[in-house]
């Protein structure tokens, strides 16, 4: 018994010599280590007396093996190097009834020296086949797809702070999103590292960040502390095994998880590899306890699904789709060769060659599609075609108001950052196979109005006016037919019907064409307010009428009050005239309109 004793405090003062080593480091997952094995020790000792002190030793036996391998990795590896490649699993216990076990490999090879502080972690080729297999092999039920789908979704309407964080890096934004995600329930009052509060330095591991400058944070500077902390800011291959072991890495990987062999739930909680076991908190393992976070694998399996990253070959890097800068999860599943003609992509399409200096030729329109949407977005440059210092300096703002560095390249994402409401007002809307298609128009309507379109350059120009008049602008290209046509086609074309009747661009021709076809409805004719709920349904259209022969003006009804339409309409104005520069929602006297059915 009393070599027992001797031992065991022999063992406890390593223990504490390694533990303490391993804070100064900073390394995490030794200290959690040193800690277990303390407590193994503990449990032994407390057993000592027992009959049988023979199993007591050779438990002491074995734990000095561990702390001898432990030993032996800490003088060989910083704390950024695979330790628990080499500390193998000691822990005799229940393994929680996982799908697939999770091994650890060994690592390719051991360095002969302690890796420089600036070296970048990597990825081994064995624990890269280990992601990879877990990776094919994994399902997701529909029940966690739908909760990952609603984390994605709100992932992307944050993209812009994301982005703006990893700028300057090759760090894509969906790669710390979903860390925001596992540390921090996307909450921005909340530290990347680990979730604790703003307010103050972290409390728990890792504790007592960031050093500089003092507290309170801002979200993103505690974010950009975190990712130059984990030496993400570094890291250069973005393949799924590196994405997979990066994540991994940002959580831990020398722990209980890894001990077991149960594949960590910050991957792949939510699939079938994963059903319990976890971290309740710093330091204390619950085999029973589960995770009901969706894990960081399945989100992106989600992501790829939804085309916020692109798909990949395997071994090829994955690549965010610039599409994701618009800030909606609806506009990644817009595609432009699905029906689009081609002037709409030309609106949405980066111009090539727009520099400071160029002009536009005739015919040519890339410059000034910039001055349009810079103007959009409240940077205002003269709408001239030629690329001056007004327009550079402009677009320099609008790129560090974005987060963006001012020399940055007008490359796709960037395009999608300023064409954002365009891109949104083109968004599927998401209608049932019963959904009428009266009423697909006023959600169609009501989207595009809720992106401001509006007249610039001049009288009937700019990208909204190109949309809606099918490529076409300038003083005599009055919109507002043109308006009500695309808008009918796009619910139309969503919902898989043909247009209900031809495109047309001016109101008259409207006119004709519904009384050709019996969809004429005359206003006189409606007597009462009850007769004209009766005719005129919401999503219909009406026109205003100037003389028998001449209409000036169309858009699209959504109430039908006892005296008053409440419409949707373009090329209007604040004061409900016609021929006016932006679309809204508008309120009209019943007085001198007549109405068109959709069908």
């Keep these: 018994m009393s070599d027992n004793l001797a031992e065991w405090r022999r063992l406890r003062i390593e223990l504490g010599a390694i533990y303490d080593s391993a804070e100064g480091r900073g390394d995490k997952d030794a200290m959690r280590r040193a800690e277990e094995l303390t407590r193994q020790a503990d449990q032994a000792m407390a057993r000592a007396s027992l009959e049988d002190l023979r199993g007591v030793a050779e438990e002491l036996a074995d734990i000095t093996k561990d702390i001898e391998k432990a030993t032996s990795i800490a003088k060989q590896w910083s704390p950024f190097q695979d330790i628990e490649n080499e500390i193998r699993r000691s822990f005799r216990g229940d393994v929680a009834d996982n799908d697939y076990l999770d091994e650890s ?29 877990l990776w094919d092999t994994m399902t997701v039920s529909d029940a966690w797809k739908e909760m990952a789908t609603g984390i994605v979704t709100k992932l992307v309407k944050n993209q812009s702070r994301y982005a703006a964080v990893v700028a300057g890096t090759t760090i894509p934004w969906w790669f710390i999103a979903v860390v925001h995600s596992m540390e921090a329930g996307m909450n921005f009052n909340r530290h990347l590292h680990n979730g604790d509060p703003l307010t103050s330095r972290t409390v728990r591991e890792p504790k007592n960040l960031p050093v500089v400058p003092d507290p309170p944070y801002s979200w993103e500077v505690s974010a950009e502390d975190s990712l130059r902390y984990e030496r ?19 959580n831990g990987i020398g722990n209980e998880y890894k001990r077991r062999g149960i594949p960590t739930p910050y991957l792949w909680s939510g699939s079938q590899h994963y059903v319990k076991g976890k971290y309740v908190r710093d330091h204390e393992f619950d085999p029973n306890a589960r995770s009901d976070q969706v894990g960081a694998a399945v989100l992106l399996k989600v992501m790829i699904d939804m085309n916020v990253v692109q798909p990949f ?11 994701t800068a618009a800030g909606d999860a609806r506009v990644l599943e817009l595609s432009l060769k699905d029906g689009w003609a081609s ?32 103007t959009v977005a409240n940077f205002v440059t003269p709408v001239d075609g030629d690329f001056g210092n007004s327009t550079q300096s402009q677009l320099a703002k609008f790129k560090i108001a974005n987060g963006r560095a001012a020399d940055a390249s007008l490359n796709d994402e960037l ?19 019963t959904t009428p298609l009266e009423e697909a128009v006023l959600r169609v309507a009501a989207q595009h109005i809720a992106q401001q379109p509006c007249e610039l350059g001049g009288d009937n120009c700019g990208p909204w006016v190109r949309l809606y008049m099918a490529g076409k602008q300038g003083k005599d290209w009055k919109w507002c037919a043109g308006f009500v046509c695309f808008i009918v086609f796009q619910a139309a074309k969503e919902l898989g019907l043909p247009m209900p009747f031809p495109r047309q661009v001016g109101v008259d021709a409207l006119v004709q064409d519904a009384k050709n076809t019996g969809r004429f409805i005359k206003g006189t004719s409606l007597s009462s ?26 858009g699209i009804v959504l109430n039908v009050n006892d005296t008053t339409i409440d419409t949707l309409e373009g090329n209007t104005g604040g004061s409900g005239g016609v021929d006016g520069a932006d679309a809204r929602r508008l309120n009209r006297s019943v007085d001198g309109k007549d109405f068109i059915s959709l069908f």
Excluded: C
């Excluded at 690592?107 to 990597?122: G, I, L, R, T």
């Excluded at 997979?244 to 940002?250: A, D, V």
């Excluded at 070959?313 to 789709?321: A, C, E, P, R, T």
């Excluded at 609106?347 to 200096?357: D, I, N, S, Y």
């Design 415 to 433: 395009w999608s950052l300023l064409t954002a409401p365009m891109l949104r007002a083109l968004a599927p809307v998401g209608f049932s196979s």
């Design 313 to 323: 070959k395997v071994g090829g890097q994955l690549k965010s789709n610039p599409k």
């Design 105 to 133: 490999p060994e690592p390719d090879s051991a360095p002969s020296m302690p890796a420089d502080a600036s070296s970048v972690p990597v990825v081994s080729h064995k624990w890269s086949e280990n992601y990879q297999t």
């Design 529 to 554: 307010a009850a007769a004209r709920r009766s005719k005129v349904r919401p999503g219909s259209l009406f026109v205003i009428r100037e003389t028998e022969n001449d209409w000036t003006h169309v």
């Design 343 to 374: 002037y709409v992509k030309t609106e949405l399409t980066v111009p090539k060659g727009v520099v400071q200096g160029t002009k536009d030729d005739s015919g040519q329109l890339g410059v000034r599609r910039l001055q349009e949407w810079l």
């Design 232 to 250: 993400l800011d570094k890291v250069t291959d973005w393949s799924l095994p590196s994405v997979l072991y990066h994540w991994h890495r940002y």
